[in-house]
């Protein structure tokens, strides 16, 4: 690989991820690093955008899910904008954050040496970005990216707690009593999900539309989910009690399929879901906005470290 500057992006909220810093700087001694801390939410999708139009090649993400949300769509904004195949910037991952759900879907280690070795080996993946056209709160149409789960329902009121919640007890506890304390009081809300194969029109709980296997720290959601196969795995979560929730939760953790008559598995390369109210977005694990919403996936479109 050609070196240009490798960017490290790094979460400034997170002290594992800033204590990280000084292991950076030695790592990649023999390379020319620009190591970048974000001060506030959305700041890390405009040092990813900046790095791009910067001639950037290679940019690491230190920190969580939603940092890397936020840098993979830095990334492809910044490679609209230059007129670059977003394939062009190679993408790194450093798990530092609470949850580091994708990393579990990737067959590789994520450690700063693997990194380093994968950069001078040019060993990447290319796996597939997830495309969401929805609504803003205020009710003005928007798109953005994911590359590991999306869902519709009771997940964005869940992201939103979070949002709220101290995390001192660990990312799993504080994760499980998010999901608890929504159970008890949300209800199933109806959606009209439409495929190239179905129509469906249910009250559910949730609609996960995943590119990975894992989210809410750990949960195996999506058994059947591939980063590469050009299409989205959907999860509908129908009447699901919190009963049926805690039940079945051993079966999601070892990331299994749940034997339920209110669970479905399909998968599709878009999704169209309208729904009667507004209902919640949460997208790797943050609150963005509100149905409708389109979910469409871009077959290997980001090259992966």
């Not at 869902?151 to 001192?168: C, F």
């Amino acid at each position: 690989m050609n070196y240009t500057t490798i960017y490290f992006i790094v979460n400034g909220s997170k002290k594992a991820s800033q204590r990280i810093i000084p292991e950076i700087t030695n790592t990649f001694a023999a390379y020319p690093i620009s190591v970048q801390l974000t001060n506030y939410s959305g700041h890390a999708a405009m040092l990813a955008e900046e790095a791009v139009q910067s001639g950037a090649l290679v940019i690491i993400s230190v920190g969580g899910d939603g940092t890397l949300n936020e840098v993979i769509n830095g990334i492809m904004k910044g490679c609209a904008k230059s007129g670059l195949d977003s394939r062009t910037v190679a993408l790194g991952v450093l798990a530092t954050g609470s949850g580091n759900d994708f990393v579990k879907s990737l067959a590789k280690k994520h450690t700063l040496n693997s990194l380093l070795e994968a950069i001078q080996d040019s060993n990447n993946t290319l796996v597939d970005v997830g495309k969401a056209e929805f609504l803003t709160v205020d009710g003005q149409p928007t798109h953005r990216y994911f590359i590991n789960i999306a869902d519709v329902g009771i997940g964005g009121v869940i992201a939103e707690k979070l949002s709220r919640y101290q995390r001192w007890l660990g990312a799993t506890f504080t994760y499980q009593r998010a999901i608890l304390a929504t159970f008890l009081s949300y209800t199933p809300q109806w959606l009209l999900v439409r495929t190239p194969a179905e129509e469906i029109a249910t009250p559910m709980m949730s609609l996960v539309v995943a590119n990975g296997k894992y989210f809410g720290s750990g949960l195996g959601i999506a058994p059947s989910a591939l980063l590469n196969d050009g299409l989205l795995e959907v999860v509908m979560l129908k009447n699901i009690t919190v009963i049926d929730y805690l039940r079945h939760l051993p079966t999601i953790r070892k990331c299994r399929p749940i034997q339920h008559p209110q669970v479905s598995y399909s998968s599709a390369k878009s999704i169209q879901i309208d729904t009667q109210k507004p209902l919640p977005i949460d997208m790797d694990g943050e609150f963005v906005g509100v149905t409708p919403v389109v979910f469409t996936v871009l077959k290997e479109a980001i090259s992966v470290i």
